[in-house]
């Protein structure tokens, strides 16, 4: 049960964290980002909620990696709390750690789940958080082709992307 109390508090924790930066990126596409995976953390800290209070819940798959698809159209400069501009890619790499966090966290929780059901949850939440994890990856990696790459477009052997 104090396995869940923690994956509920830290499904809250990323819910305000998402939260807090769409404020910040009120005026760009970053906002919507954010607000999806609020919304996704709001849902599995509902679903954590619902089973230690023994009431029933449902596991639904969202459509985020769908959503994000066309995030980078109208992107401007991301705020951080404390810090008066960073990049975007600063964003995302701290994002998808934290999401990397919450995918290690509830891969342990799975290797002690005892009932089939416990193992539901929790295989849903790890598959949930790689979702949020290869959304934020993929962004960083488009935002750190557009940083690092300083040669000539005509010259040099790239990676295509």
Known sequence: MNDLK???K?????????????????NNELNSVCLMLAEDEKNHARILADK???KPYRLIDTE???????????????????KEKASQLDFYRIAYGKEQQS???????????ESADEKELLEYLVRQEKQHYAVLDELATLLSHAEEWVENA?????KEY
């Not at 995918?103 to 789940?113: C, M, S, V």
């Not at 005509?154 to 790239?158: A, K, M, N, S, T």
């Open 6 to 8: 923690f994956a509920l």
């Open 10 to 26: 830290m499904e809250l924790d990323g819910q305000k964290y998402y939260r807090q930066q769409a404020k910040l990126n009120a």
């Open 154 to 158: 005509e010259f040099g052997i790239r």
């Open 103 to 113: 995918i290690d966290l509830y891969t342990e929780y799975l290797k002690k789940a």
């Open 64 to 82: 985020i990696l769908t959503k994000a698809k066309n995030v980078f159209e109208g992107i401007g400069d991301i705020r951080f709390a404390g």
């Open 52 to 54: 230690m209070g023994g």
